[in-house]
């Protein structure tokens, strides 16, 4: 997928455009995720270099642990990105893109972590752990 894409948290402050390659989506079902989010984070990858953030200075990082950070909307709360240290492409979250993006879940990871409140119910691979 190398079609240029646009999104943006809820409240507009922080807006985003890519281009280039997308990787598949990645559902992650661990801990951290679901609490951040309140469910299960769905997230596409980007390069750093085909990806424009606008309202940059309203997006907020929190270190969850001890290789990347999580980037939020200062003003909406919107989870946005996550990034591993010294990465060279930023995870953007699948819902945040505006519509239609033509995107689809490629693999669940970290199922082992999964809430017990819901089924993982498509054909994508469900790995207990990360890749």
């Not at 280039?20 to 995720?33: D, F, I, N, T, W």
């Not at 299960?40 to 424009?52: N, P």
């Not at 909406?76 to 995107?103: E, P, R, V």
């Not at 082992?112 to 207990?128: C, R, S, V």
Request: hydrophobic share 30%; net charge negative; with cysteine.
């Amino acid at each position: 997928m190398s079609e240029e894409r646009t999104g943006h948290c809820l409240c507009g402050a922080v807006r985003f455009r890519t281009s280039g390659e997308l990787r598949e989506v990645v559902a992650c079902h661990c801990s951290q995720c679901r609490r951040q989010t309140g469910h299960f984070y769905a997230a596409i990858d980007v390069l750093d270099k085909d990806l424009t953030v606008e309202g940059g200075e309203n997006v907020t990082w929190y270190r969850a642990s001890d290789s990347a950070g999580r980037g939020f909307c200062r003003t909406c709360g919107s989870a946005l990105f996550w990034k591993g240290d010294g990465s060279h492409h930023t995870s953007l979250m699948a819902g945040t893109f505006d519509q239609l993006t033509g995107l689809k879940i490629g693999v669940h990871i970290f199922c082992a972590d999964k809430g017990d409140y819901y089924e993982i119910d498509d054909d994508a691979p469900q790995l207990a752990q990360n890749r």
